[in-house]
């Protein structure tokens, strides 16, 4: 695995963690998910930011 690699699925470790962490601690509410569906639906160019990015990663498949 090279150091992108690394880097990327440490981050995914790292929110993944951080999620359970915040469902324990405070419900679902304080996840990442919850509230970037709810910041979403006062900021629209979030999705399709997130849209983006995600065919930035998987579009050269």
């Given at each position: 695995?090279?150091?992108?690699?690394?880097?990327?699925?440490?981050?995914?470790?790292?929110?993944?963690?951080?999620?359970?962490?915040?469902?324990?601690?405070?419900?679902?509410?304080?996840?990442?998910?919850?509230?970037?569906?709810?910041?979403?639906?006062?900021?629209?160019?979030?999705?399709?930011?997130?849209?983006?990015?995600?065919?930035?990663?998987?579009?050269?498949m």
């Amino acid at each position: 695995m090279n150091t992108t690699q690394t880097v990327m699925a440490l981050t995914v470790v790292i929110l993944l963690g951080y999620d359970v962490y915040a469902v324990l601690k405070g419900g679902l509410k304080n996840t990442i998910s919850w509230q970037t569906t709810e910041l979403s639906k006062e900021y629209p160019i979030i999705p399709f930011l997130l849209g983006m990015l995600a065919g930035h990663f998987f579009g050269q498949m």
